[in-house]
């Protein structure tokens, strides 16, 4: 092993491990997780090879990589979740055995769920995440910068998740259910 590469591998380190732990933060939410993703990420980079890419090439290559292995490990996370049919099955068969007219319907938990999160950043993430816009197209048509829409995305994740968290074990499911659609996870 060349030292150079080593200590080029070092100094990338240093200058992206904290950007690309707030971007799985964002996706996370969990600083633990997150940081755990960036250093295995980190650790295949070296492995593949990757850290040998030029920096033009580097950092974009290492943002997709750091959302991927976000995405992965939700979904590695979500294993124990039903999915959507088997949630529909097990709300049909509950709600003929109970006619619980009180039991919300997933439209109302979701539109519920956007409800909770403020005007500007729920236009935004309607936006990426329904008419699937690029944050450069949202920005553009907003007159704000792509970093704006960056954050008030990673805002509504974080505040979708908060509501999640505040909420019981099948409305859970079912609001992660539908988020993960939305999300695309």
């Given at each position: 092993?060349?030292?150079?590469?080593?200590?080029?591998f070092?100094?990338?380190?240093?200058?992206?491990?904290?950007?690309?732990?707030?971007?799985?933060?964002?996706?996370?939410?969990?600083?633990?997780?997150?940081?755990?993703i960036?250093?295995?990420?980190?650790?295949?980079?070296?492995?593949?090879?990757?850290?040998?890419?030029?920096e033009?090439?580097?950092?974009?290559?290492m943002?997709?990589?750091?959302?991927?292995?976000?995405?992965?490990?939700?979904?590695?996370?979500?294993?124990?979740?039903?999915?959507?049919?088997?949630?529909?099955?097990?709300?049909?068969?509950?709600?003929?055995?109970?006619?619980?007219?009180?039991?919300?319907?997933?439209?109302?938990?979701?539109?519920?769920?956007?409800?909770?999160?403020?005007?500007?950043?729920?236009?935004?993430?309607?936006?990426?995440?329904?008419?699937?816009?690029?944050?450069?197209?949202?920005?553009?048509?907003?007159?704000?910068?792509?970093k704006?829409?960056?954050?008030?995305?990673?805002?509504?994740?974080?505040?979708?998740?908060?509501?999640?968290?505040?909420?019981?074990?099948?409305?859970?499911?079912?609001?992660?259910?539908?988020?993960?659609?939305?999300?695309?996870?």
């Amino acid at each position: 092993m060349r030292t150079d590469r080593k200590d080029r591998f070092k100094e990338r380190f240093q200058k992206h491990y904290s950007r690309l732990c707030h971007i799985a933060y964002g996706y996370v939410a969990n600083r633990d997780d997150s940081e755990d993703i960036v250093q295995e990420l980190f650790i295949n980079v070296w492995n593949k090879g990757k850290d040998e890419l030029p920096e033009n090439e580097f950092v974009p290559y290492m943002n997709m990589a750091v959302r991927n292995s976000c995405i992965s490990f939700l979904r590695g996370k979500q294993d124990g979740t039903l999915s959507i049919d088997e949630h529909m099955n097990e709300t049909s068969l509950v709600a003929s055995e109970e006619h619980d007219e009180n039991r919300p319907h997933p439209e109302e938990v979701l539109e519920d769920a956007l409800s909770s999160l403020p005007p500007k950043c729920k236009e935004i993430f309607m936006m990426a995440k329904l008419r699937n816009m690029k944050y450069r197209e949202i920005a553009h048509e907003l007159n704000l910068s792509e970093k704006t829409i960056e954050n008030q995305m990673t805002k509504a994740i974080r505040l979708l998740r908060e509501y999640v968290s505040q909420k019981g074990v099948l409305l859970i499911s079912v609001i992660f259910v539908v988020v993960s659609v939305l999300l695309n996870l």
